[in-house]
């Protein structure tokens, strides 16, 4: 995708330097920011990252294998020992311009990192929480991510980070907020990286933390509250979006996690929850609704992600109010009756202002 955007870009600067619009010293500035602002992830590099899975896999089989049979310190300088010639293969990559597979020695690194936390541990029987030792890996990975600047390695971060807030959630059956901290420390991050699918990863992170909210808090019944949350932070990106225009690539992807938290919670009240009939058919008109509007929102915008959201999240709420209404076909029919009515006066509201605004250009 980074590849393609560049090649998409490069043709439209040529385009645009031949019709005069941009000046040969802007077509270098811009071409070299979107250089600085993320790396190419081509075949050989996700076949590097996927090398370095396996090697640690490896590494990791073989000293279990002979794990005793080796006295403890050289069980402790072997593994030191493997940590450390992945970050000097990782120097020794950068130095000769070869940063995906950099990037990969650095996270069999981390990888290896995680895996002596858990050997030491159990090698001088030290009892605690497992959660601990994610807790530790994930610090070292951020760590090790920001000195050495590799985005799979922040990745590797993020994700440790929800593993240790789950197994904390699955212990106590409570929210973890402390996840929010190591939510932060890796986002910024990704912003200090400028990783754009990274930012999608931290969005996607807090989306589920979120969403996860209205199962924990209140025995499970704060269903609303995430829809609250989300149609807050969606009313917000609109604002913002509009507002200030030249931060609609921010604007964009939250508005479209905003609009899944939402719909998430909406969902949830209806089929999660036991609500009576009228309550169901009240929440289900409200959300096809808001699904209607953000799918209006995207096509005047074009915003992909809410579009497809919209679509998405319409047709399950329609076959799910289905399912839950099949054993009263008349309330069924009259469910599908109203939404069919109610999609095709909007769909004539929008045949009206289209044409509106088509005879409006032609009297111009």
Not at 69 to 84: G, K, S
Not at 117 to 124: A, E, G, K
Not at 355 to 361: A, P, Y
Request: hydrophobic content about 60%; proline content about 2%; overall charge neutral.
């Amino acid at each position: 995708m980074w590849a393609s955007y560049k090649k998409r870009l490069t043709r439209d600067l040529d385009r645009w330097r031949q019709n005069g619009w941009v000046s040969e010293e802007g077509r270098a500035a811009i071409l070299a920011d979107v250089e600085a602002s993320g790396r190419e992830f081509s075949l050989p590099s996700a076949l590097g990252i996927l090398a370095s899975v396996l090697f640690g896999f490896a590494a990791i089989s073989f000293v279990a294998a002979h794990w005793e049979e080796m006295p403890r310190f050289a069980r402790l300088l072997l593994l030191l020992a493997t940590i450390w010639i992945g970050y000097g293969v990782a120097g020794w990559l950068a130095a000769r311009g070869h940063r995906a597979f950099a990037d990969a020695a650095i996270l069999f690194s981390a990888a290896m990192f995680g895996a002596s936390i858990m050997l030491i541990s159990q090698m001088y029987n030290i009892s605690g929480d497992p959660a601990d030792g994610v807790l530790m890996w994930w610090i070292g990975a951020l760590f090790a991510g920001v000195l050495l600047r590799s985005n799979p390695v922040l990745a590797l971060s993020l994700v440790l980070v929800c593993v240790w807030s789950g197994m904390q959630t699955l212990e106590s059956n409570e929210v973890h907020w402390p996840f929010l901290i190591g939510w932060a420390a890796v986002s910024a991050a990704f912003i200090w990286q400028r990783w754009h699918a990274g930012l999608h990863l931290s969005a996607l992170a807090l989306s589920l933390f979120v969403v996860s909210l209205g199962y924990l808090l209140d025995n499970g019944h704060q269903h609303a509250l995430v829809a609250i949350l989300g149609l807050v932070a969606a009313g917000a990106a609109i604002a913002a979006e509009k507002a200030a225009p030249e931060h609609e690539h921010v604007a964009a992807p939250i508005l479209a996690y905003a609009v899944a938290v939402a719909f998430a919670g909406l969902y949830a009240l209806q089929f999660f929850e036991n609500p009576s009939l009228g309550t169901l058919v009240a929440l289900a008109a409200l959300t096809l609704i808001l699904l209607l509007a953000a799918i209006s929102y995207a096509l005047a915008t074009g915003n992909r992600g809410v579009l497809w959201l919209g679509y998405i999240g319409f047709s399950l709420e329609i076959l799910s109010v289905y399912w839950k209404t099949v054993g009263s076909i008349l309330n069924t029919s009259l469910f599908f009756l109203v939404a069919a009515l109610l999609v095709a006066g909007l769909a004539y509201m929008a045949l009206r202002l289209a044409q509106r605004g088509q005879g409006g250009e032609a009297a111009a």
